[in-house]
């Protein structure tokens, strides 16, 4: 992820318009009618604007009123929270981070939103449903409790300069996890050796600040066969033996590439930017982040730009394709909305997958359309070898949504950062990686028995 306030590189001008494809408001109103609305503001000032203007247009279509704020990300978080305590709350707001989804239906502080979801569930990939699909404890039910607007997968970014420079070529490496990475630490040993001191191969955010450790875990234990340590019913399968074993893993190839200098010292104390200011400062060769910000933030820079390379998931160790993890960012509907039928409005107007998917072309595609077919139908997502092969893995190749939609629980598992307090007990403590993942298990079974779910 990285934060950057303004990108005069993106398009100054906006051509979201909604033609006859789009369908006429979903409310008929004797009389204008007001929803509140806390919106968190756009990696680009050009994503500001999109927003306002489907606001503006929805208004125009519907005789409603959207009452909205753009909020910075980090205060957004606050606001929302503190709302969501106090019991004075807007009538929408996007799930931030994505994870309060899960947290706030569980807790029953949600509006089921089944209806809006409805208007385009047809189109939905079975991801964004099913990251929707909350729990409810205190109807000890699952519902549709967000409506899916955007997604986002980890991608690999890779300077193919300094892989040349090295003596390499990307055509080279190989297709399976593990040798794939190895394939990078060779290069570290080179470009030092040519002048380049403090060059690393990889970047790994081996910290327990913000939500990348948690998703760079995840990727490495779906990749060794781990998929299932939390299943669709919200049980924890940390018994599987094979869940187990790719835990061990996932926490043995980070903290031990770590442990042996080929990622930045200070990667254990990093935030989630400073892998892209590594990156982008050719500090290190490659990196596996979310989004294609990493590109887009060297947009302007056009020699730059066409120097990366974005490549997705190679294939697990034993060749079979790795599912992407999915971040969904729903959009939510708090209990105690004031306004809750225009705010349902707006959003089947806001999600229709016309409108959606312009907005998200705004930001040159750094998060996706939940919805396939729109993508398939529009070359532009295709014409940027970045962006196309962004596409190809979030939209097209297989995916799996984050553990949290399954069961809240997990959200507490990243938010404490289990899994990074492991690598770091390998890395600092010298304990074994069999050892860390005990402890952590101990920590998660505690943290999994205060959220039961009901099995039908």
């Keep these: 992820m990285i934060g950057l306030s303004r990108r005069s590189m993106l398009r100054s001008s906006l051509a979201i318009t909604a033609g006859a494809a789009l369908a006429r408001p979903y409310i008929a109103n004797a009389a204008a009618t007001t929803a509140t609305a806390w919106m968190v503001q756009g990696f680009a000032h050009e994503e500001d604007v999109a927003m306002k203007k489907i606001i503006a247009d929805y208004e125009k279509e519907s005789g409603n009123t959207i009452d909205y704020t753009i909020v910075p990300y980090a205060p957004h978080r606050q606001k929302v929270i503190s709302a969501m305590t106090s019991g004075a709350v807007p009538d929408l707001f996007p799930a931030n981070p994505a994870e309060v989804a ?74 399976t996890w593990d040798a794939f990475w190895d394939f990078f630490k060779p290069m570290q040993n080179k470009l030092r050796a040519q002048g380049m001191r403090g060059v690393y191969s990889m970047g790994l955010q081996v910290t ?9 875990f995840d990727n490495f234990l779906i990749a060794y066969g781990g998929k299932d340590i939390v299943t669709t019913d919200g049980r924890l399968h940390l018994d599987d033996p094979k ?75 034993d060749g079979k394709p790795v599912p992407s993890q999915l971040t969904v960012v729903d959009y939510l509907i708090p209990k105690g909305a004031k306004n809750v039928e225009v705010a349902k409005d707006f959003l089947k107007y806001f999600i229709q997958p016309e409108i959606n998917n312009e907005r998200l072309k705004v930001g ?70 069999e050892a860390a993942a005990e402890k952590a298990f101990k920590q998660i079974e505690t943290i999994f028995a205060k959220y039961p779910i009901a099995q039908s």
């Design 243 to 317: 869940v187990k074993e790719a835990v061990i893993k996932a926490l043995t190839y980070p903290a031990t590439a770590y442990k042996q200098g080929y990622v930045p010292a200070g990667a254990i104390n990093w935030n989630d930017a400073d892998d892209n200011n590594a990156f982008h400062s050719r500090q290190i060769v490659m990196d596996l982040d979310g989004t294609i910000s990493t590109e887009v933030a060297m947009f302007a820079d056009k020699e730059a730009y066409n120097d990366i390379v974005t490549m997705g998931l190679p294939l697990s160790n």
């Design 208 to 216: 327990a600040n913000g939500v990348d450790p948690n998703a760079l």
């Design 364 to 433: 040159l595609g750094r998060n996706v359309p939940m919805t396939p077919a729109i993508v398939k139908a529009d070359p532009w997502w295709f014409a940027d070898p970045h962006r196309k092969a962004y596409t190809e893995q979030s939209v097209f190749g297989p995916t799996v949504p984050a553990y949290w939609a399954f069961n809240p629980a997990y959200s507490e598992v990243q938010n404490t950062h289990v899994w990074s307090a492991a690598w770091a007990d390998i890395m600092r403590n010298g304990m074994a990686p």
């Design 102 to 175: 899960a947290l706030f239906a569980w807790q029953g502080k949600l509006v089921d939103v089944s209806d809006v979801v409805a208007t385009q569930k047809a189109h939905y990939n079975n991801t964004a449903l099913l990251s929707a699909y909350c729990y409810n404890n205190e109807t000890k039910q699952r519902g549709f409790y967000g409506v899916p607007s955007t997604g986002a997968t980890f991608i690999f970014h890779i300077w193919n300069s300094l892989v040349e420079k090295a003596g390499y070529k990307l055509s080279d490496a190989p297709k």
